[in-house]
Structures are given as C-alpha cells and as structure tokens.
C-alpha cells in the first residue's frame, strides 16, 4: 500500500491511510529521503493517525527517516501518534529517541514553522 | 461445606497445643464429658461471667468500652462460647465474631485485646473447672481433653473473624482510594496540571498516565505540569512510570514538568538512578507553571493600575 507524499509548500506531508507492512515502511522511508532532495523540502511530517501499532520495526524505520532526512536538511516530525499507541511503545521501550513529536498535523506545521525560521535566521 | 470448616478449625485448634500429648479421641465419652462441661458453665454462668468481667477490667483491656457495654458483650460471648462448647458448629460464633469487630473495631480496639478477652475467658473457666474436678485428677484430666481443643478453636475463630474484619475494610479503603479520580485541570490554554496525591501503586500510576494521555490529546496540550507533592514516596516501579509517562506525552508532542519532588523522592530517584535526564523538573508548582506559560510565550505581568490603587 502506497503512501501519498503531498508537497505543500516547502513541506512534504505523508499521510499513512492504512496499516503499513515492513516493506511499505522502507518504501516510504526511500521515497522520502528521495524526494526531500528532489523537492529541496526543509521539513516532512509523517502522520500516523490511523495506526493503532507501532512496532520496533516500525518506530526504527521512522527514527532512521527522521535521521535520514536531516542529513538531507530536513526536519522531520511525527505527528498523530493516539494516546495507546504512546502508552504502548514507552511499554516496549521504544520512545523515538532524538525524533521530534507533535500531537497533529496543525501543531506540526507549527513546529516545523518555528524550528526552520530558526534555522534560517541562524544560518 | 460447613462441615468442612469446622473439620479445619478443630485441627488447628488440636495444632495450637503441640505441647500436650493427645488421647486417642474417644468420641463417645468426649461428648458425654462436654456435655456435663456445659451443665456446669451453664449453672454458674452469672458467677463465671462476673469474674471474667473483672478480669478484663483488671487487665485494662477494653478500654475503649464502658463496663456496662463490657459485660454486655461479655454476656453474649459467654453464652456463644458455652453454645461452641454443647454443638460443635462454629457458625454462630463466627458470624458474632464479625459482627462484634465491625461494632468494636471502628472505636480503635485493637487484635491483641480481642485475642486477650477470648483467652481470659479461657482461662477463667479451666480456673472454674479445677476448682469443681480438684479432686478426681483422672476426671480432671479427662475433662481438660475435651476442653482444651474446644476452647483453642472458639479463640480461633474468634481472633480470625477479628481479622478477617479488619483485612476487609482495609481492601474496602484501597478501593475508595482508587476510586478517587485524579483530575487533570487545564489551567490555561495548551496547559494541564495533573496534582497527584496520595499513594501510588502500579496501578492507580498506569490508570494516571492514561488520563493524562487522553486529557493531552483532548485539550490539545503542549505543556503539562505533573505536581507530586502530596506523594509522600515512591518506589521503582512508580518512579520508571513516571519517567514512561513523561516519554509517553512526549510522543503526543507534550512537554512534562514534574515539580514538588520531596528530598525524600529526590534521594530514591537518585538512588535507584532513574534516568533524570528525561525529566524536566522545577522545585514547586508556582515555578513549575511559571515554566509552562515561558514555554508557552506567555508573559504574566501584574496589571499596574490596580496595583498602585489603594485597598
């Protein structure tokens, strides 16, 4: 099951619409550390409302796309992660060490709006 | 079932005099010697009764009661205990023994002066069965047989009851404490202060973060101020809760500030070296909100004009 990746702005957003298989995780993660360059984004938001798992596999593949990213100079946020879900993985210890967070879409764009202004004014 | 009970209480009754060497039991003359035991304690209830009040009073046991309600109960027992004696079956004596506790335990009396009444009065009646047997030894001998297990399994029962009483309104207690829900209050917009009081167990910690969770997303949260000054201490697990709880609002893009955390807390945190660097903390609440509304962009400033107006 393909992501849609959307292009607004200096953004890419990828809106998971399913459960995602090992193999769409990768897929998602190559296609966006592709585009990022290709697009030149400075920051993508993976929105991950609708899963109601989020394995070790999983939360490493978005850890290393966030990481990924970066490199390419973008910053990554994951968005929409449900309150179970949260209580899970910190179960599991998986706590997306080093990724930045945000409660939805909005708050996301927001983040990313005032952590690029930052970079920009800086640089 | 019932009998089953009783078959269970007798032996540990025969179990609590391990020093007296047992007869084979010869049911037969056991009952016939009980039942002149109760004759007995029956003809002489007032008198036995009496010196068994005073010698609770002497004992200073009780003494929560009055002596009126003293020999009151003292009555009531007396004559459970003779009936204990005559049938056997342990049921009624129980169910007093409950009822008695729920009655005396609410006035702070306490196990040992239960089980001290309940011995005394054991005591009291050998004392009388001595005097009347004092010169059949063998008879003597014989009637303590029956006696004595008898009497063990009556302060049995009654020390369990006891208990019994007191283990339920203990687990009643926990549970009214659980059930006090734990607000979690937006004091202002994007900002939740979750005030935790009392005891935390794994449980009532795991029901917390859930609430908090819920209330994040709900209120839209992007600071919450977790205040733990009213817990007065916290063990590991409760403590790596914390740290899971802080992770987990993390994950909603929330930020934690834990304050209030007593010397005490402060010293077992370090101690089991929980991993602090997660964990924003600031000394109190006032600071702890302070925090919040700067992270928030927030600028409090007294309003002047009301300020310099007079009181």
Do not use: C
């Not at chain 2, 056991?30 to 029956?42: D, F, I, K, Q």
């Amino acid at each position: 099951m393909e992501v849609p990746i959307l292009k607004q702005g200096l953004y890419l957003i990828a809106s998971i619409q399913a459960a995602l298989s090992d193999v769409d995780l990768v897929h998602l993660r190559d296609a966006l550390a592709e585009k990022v360059g290709k697009f030149r984004a400075r920051g993508v938001i993976v929105d991950v409302t609708v899963l109601d798992v989020m394995d070790s596999f999983a939360s490493r593949t978005l850890r290393d796309l966030a990481h990924m990213t970066r490199l390419r100079g973008a910053e990554t946020v994951i968005v929409g992660i449900q309150p179970e879900v949260a209580f899970a993985m910190v179960q599991l210890g998986l706590t997306l060490e080093g990724v930045d967070t945000a409660l939805d879409l909005e708050e996301g764009l927001a983040f990313l709006d005032k952590k690029t202004k930052r970079r920009t004014s800086r640089g | 079932m019932g009998d089953q009970k009783v078959k269970r209480t007798e032996d540990r009754g025969r179990g609590d005099s391990p020093a007296r060497v047992m007869p084979p039991p010869d049911d037969e003359s056991t009952v016939s010697l009980l039942r002149e035991l109760v004759a007995h304690l029956r003809k002489d209830s007032t008198q036995l009764r009496e010196e068994w009040a005073r010698r609770i009073t002497e004992a200073k046991l009780l003494g929560a009661m009055t002596s009126d309600e003293i020999f009151a109960e003292a009555t009531a027992v007396y004559d459970n205990y003779v009936e204990v004696l005559e049938t056997g079956a342990v049921d009624a004596l129980q169910a007093y023994a409950r009822d008695l506790s729920e009655r005396i335990i609410p006035r702070g009396v306490e196990t040992d002066e239960v089980v001290g009444i309940v011995l005394l009065l054991r005591d009291v009646l050998a004392r009388s069965l001595f005097a009347k047997y004092q010169t059949d030894f063998q008879l003597l001998n014989r009637i303590l047989d029956a006696y004595e297990p008898a009497a063990n399994r009556i302060a049995n029962t009654v020390a369990v009851g006891f208990v019994q009483e007191r283990e339920r309104i203990i687990r009643q207690q926990q549970e009214a404490i659980r059930e006090l829900s734990t607000p979690v209050l937006q004091v202002r917009e994007r900002l939740l202060i979750l005030p935790i009081i009392g005891v935390i167990d794994s449980q009532r910690a795991r029901q917390l973060t859930e609430q908090l969770l819920r209330g994040i997303r709900t209120n839209r949260a992007k600071v919450v101020v977790i205040d733990i000054t009213g817990v007065a201490a916290m063990d590991a697990t409760v403590a790596n809760h914390l740290v899971q709880t802080v992770e987990a609002s993390r994950l909603l893009g929330a930020v934690v500030i834990v304050t209030g955390l007593s010397p005490e807390i402060a010293q077992t945190l370090v101690t089991i070296g929980v991993e602090l660097g997660k964990m924003n903390t600031v000394g109190d609440l006032q600071g702890g909100i302070e925090e919040a509304e700067r992270l928030l962009g927030y600028k409090v400033s007294p309003f002047t004009e009301v300020a310099q107006q007079p009181i």
